[in-house]
């Protein structure tokens, strides 16, 4: 299976601030058909995972422009820029590549 | 808009099996998607378990495949979840979900039952 390691484990950080959490892969998620399926989540505090980027940088609907991602091959970040108290919880990458399909440990993004 | 729900008993003894069905509104799960379970570990680990596709076929995470399987009936907009002889570690919050395998990401999340394995 393809090992995706995310860091860091726990991000704090401020109100207003920036924040970035890394993934990368034990393999290439550049798809045969040239599309790399890497997505990010976050599931709030008592509630399911939502989906917020799909595909390394396309915003899911309704999802605001305070989310980017980024990244190609192996390596892959997401930023969150001027955080606001709905954006605390776990985030988690996701490969969808090859299969199984495999999730990220996880990273916490809690205030400071 | 789609929506699921989870249901199933929340204790499980173990070598028993884990049952859980998973109830599909707002979409008639024959029309589209791959409908498959996921679950999340104590330490928040997650894991995709398997899906039932739209035409009925399935298919499952290898780690799991002599323990699983994912039927559906259509008749009341559900598919379910069983899993044999569970262990302490099949101990998790368990998710279904919609799955669109040309997009390749899971869109439509219940909100989870939490499943106990322990005599």
């Known amino acids: 299976d393809v090992v995706m390691t995310q860091t860091p484990v726990s991000l704090p950080v401020s109100l207003g601030g920036q924040a970035s959490i890394s993934c990368r892969s034990s393999?290439?998620?550049?798809?045969?058909?040239?599309?790399?399926?890497l997505h990010w989540y976050l599931q709030k505090p008592g509630q399911s995972p939502q989906l917020l980027i799909y595909?390394?940088?396309n915003r899911f609907s309704g999802v605001p422009d305070r989310f980017s991602g980024s990244g190609s091959g192996t390596d892959f970040t997401l930023k969150i820029s001027r955080v606001e108290p709905e954006d605390l919880g776990d985030y988690y990458c996701?490969?969808?590549?090859?299969?199984?399909?495999?999730f990220g440990g996880g990273t916490k993004l809690e205030l400071k | 808009e789609i929506q699921l729900q989870e249901s199933g008993p929340g204790l499980v003894k173990p070598s028993q099996s884990l049952s859980l069905t998973c109830s599909v509104t707002?979409?008639?799960?024959?029309?589209?998607?791959?409908w498959s379970w996921i679950r999340k570990f104590p330490g928040n680990k997650m894991e995709w378990m398997g899906y039932?596709?739209?035409?009925?076929?399935?298919n499952y995470n290898p780690s799991l495949k002599s323990r699983i399987s994912i039927t559906r009936d259509t008749s009341k907009n559900q598919f379910f979840l069983q899993l044999n002889s569970v262990t302490t570690e099949d101990t998790a919050t368990y998710y279904c979900?919609?799955?669109?395998?040309?997009?390749?990401?899971?869109?439509?999340w219940g909100q989870g039952v939490m499943v106990t394995v322990s005599s």
């Open positions: 979900a919609s799955w669109r395998s040309q997009r390749g990401y899971f869109d439509y």
């Open positions: 707002g979409y008639t799960i024959t029309s589209g998607y791959d």
């Open positions: 039932i596709s739209y035409s009925g076929s399935t």
């Open positions: 393999q290439s998620l550049v798809h045969s058909n040239g599309n790399t399926y």
């Open positions: 595909r390394v940088s």
């Open positions: 996701l490969q969808s590549t090859h299969f199984p399909p495999t």
